[in-house]
């Protein structure tokens, strides 16, 4: 079923050319079958057959609970190294991990239980989908699909790189150095510190542990890219909608259709603009706990990354550190910037109301356009739970804590 403003089209037109509303989401749903997780059903996925989602739930709760094992292993090593007053600087480097590990937890944890209000919010946009060529045109769908997925690709491939190069950097090492070029002896490390009740560094176990935190880590960045590409795409088309729905405002003429027309144009537009809305409520519900974590940790996680890059190191730890941080900005920095375009589309819609041509319109047009315009004054948020409307200055203001953070962190590591 597709919404097309001012008509409500009970048939599907499907061609080879239209876009479909589960390409938004082919990201998404590829990141989360690979930790083994549907996020929202459908009538595709409702087709599979029980073995079939059994297998996938083992496959999924095994990958956590490895996760939440590795997790636990480093939050040990941390207490460990502040309680006896050693191995500062590897205990703050596991801090930034740590920060990063139960991110991805929260966000794993938290959409696994809202998978019934994803659904929902999946099924409306789909009724709102334009379904014909001409509609997406009108639409510009095949613009924002494009944008969204630049988005996508390079969001993911930098926090792929970032993950693996930690994953394999002493596997690499091993290979270059001592393998290849003979120059030293190889000691066993894995990739993140961590603390076990048995000696790994000389038995089977090594490999055992190695591969485990390889795992953690590509879990953990799965749940991470997954929740945030799912939020992006949801955001996607909600800017979509409210622009669509601002330039139909914008070309229509008041006055020139009879009364009773004008009347149902507006009254269909309200509606429009309300379901956009109770949209963008239950979307932030959905994913306010986590943004609030991720926004809270991301600090954190930038001001022990800065620290340990003005330490300074070995030029290939120094290397990581940086594309860390760099991930680390690019995450915030791009949440940030979808919430602040969907503030931006909520807030246009208001002002494209009083731009048309309404002079035209009868008394009773003319009054119900306070409605929409007194609505749309209020913008649409995404929102970190009460305590949070996301946008580009709490980017800022969260840069800014930042680096109180660290001056404070530096202050106390010189002294």
Request: charged residues 15%; hydrophobic residues 40%.
């Given at each position: 079923m597709a919404w097309k403003f001012g008509k409500h089209s009970k048939t599907i037109v499907t061609s080879v050319k239209t876009i479909s509303l589960d390409k938004f989401f082919r990201y998404v749903n590829i990141f989360y079958l690979s930790i083994g997780m549907v996020a929202y059903e459908s009538e595709e996925r409702n087709?599979?057959?029980?073995?079939?989602?059994?297998?996938?739930?083992?496959?999924?709760?095994?990958?956590?609970?490895?996760?939440?094992?590795v997790l636990l292993s480093e939050l040990i090593y941390v207490a460990l190294a502040f309680a006896k007053a050693n191995n500062f600087l590897e205990a703050t480097m596991n801090l930034c991990f740590i920060g990063y590990v139960v991110i991805g937890v929260i966000k794993i944890r938290h959409i696994w239980y809202q998978r019934t209000q994803l659904t929902r919010v999946v099924a409306q946009l789909q009724q709102l989908h334009p379904?014909?060529?001409?509609?997406?045109?009108?639409?510009?769908?095949?613009?924002?699909?494009?944008?969204?997925?630049?988005?996508?690709?390079?969001?993911?491939?930098?926090?792929?790189?970032?993950?693996?190069?930690?994953?394999?950097?002493?596997?690499?090492?091993?290979?270059?150095?001592?393998?290849?070029?003979?120059?030293?002896?190889?000691?066993?490390?894995?990739?993140?510190?961590?603390?076990?009740?048995?000696?790994?560094?000389?038995?089977?176990?090594?490999?055992?542990?190695?591969?485990?935190?390889?795992?953690?880590?590509?879990?953990?960045?799965?749940?991470?890219?997954?929740?945030?590409?799912?939020?992006?795409?949801?955001?996607?088309?909600?800017?979509?909608?409210?622009?669509?729905?601002?330039?139909?405002?914008?070309?229509?003429?008041?006055?020139?259709?009879?009364?009773?027309?004008?009347?149902?144009?507006?009254?269909?537009?309200?509606?429009?603009?309300?379901?956009?809305?109770?949209l963008s409520e239950e979307i932030s519900k959905i994913f306010g706990i986590p943004l609030l974590c991720n926004f809270a940790s991301s600090s954190f996680i930038i001001c022990f990354m800065i620290f340990q890059i003005t330490i300074g190191g070995n030029i290939d730890n120094l290397a990581m550190l940086g594309l860390f941080l760099f991930c680390s900005m690019g995450q915030i920095f791009i949440i940030g910037s979808y919430?602040?375009?969907?503030?931006?589309?909520?807030?246009?819609?208001?002002?494209?109301?009083?731009?048309?041509?309404?002079?035209?319109?009868?008394?009773?047009?003319?009054?119900?356009?306070?409605?929409?315009?007194?609505?749309?004054?209020?913008?649409?948020?995404?929102r970190a739970t009460m305590f949070l409307n996301v946008s580009l200055i709490t980017v800022t203001d969260l840069l800014q804590l930042s680096y109180k953070f660290f001056a404070l962190l530096r202050t106390m590591y010189t002294k």
């Open positions: 087709n599979n057959n029980n073995w079939t989602r059994n297998l996938l739930n083992c496959y999924f709760f095994c990958l956590v609970l490895n996760l939440n094992f379904a014909e060529e001409r509609q997406q045109a009108e639409y510009k769908m095949d613009e924002y699909l494009r944008g969204y997925r630049f988005i996508s690709i390079f969001y993911s491939s930098m926090q792929m790189v970032l993950v693996w190069s930690y994953n394999l950097y002493w596997a690499a090492y091993y290979l270059i150095y001592d393998f290849w070029l003979g120059i030293r002896t190889f000691k066993r490390m894995l990739p993140y510190y961590c603390w076990t009740p048995w000696d790994w560094s000389s038995n089977w176990s090594y490999y055992v542990m190695y591969i485990s935190q390889n795992l953690a880590g590509q879990t953990c960045v799965s749940g991470q890219l997954a929740a945030d590409m799912f939020m992006c795409a949801l955001v996607t088309l909600l800017i979509m909608h409210f622009k669509r729905l601002g330039t139909r405002f914008e070309q229509h003429v008041a006055g020139q259709l009879p009364p009773e027309q004008d009347l149902d144009f507006l009254q269909k537009g309200i509606i429009y603009h309300q379901r956009l809305l109770l919430a602040q375009r969907l503030i931006d589309a909520s807030e246009q819609v208001g002002q494209c109301v009083y731009n048309h041509d309404w002079f035209g319109g009868e008394l009773r047009y003319r009054k119900m356009l306070l409605l929409i315009i007194r609505r749309a004054q209020r913008p649409s948020y995404v």
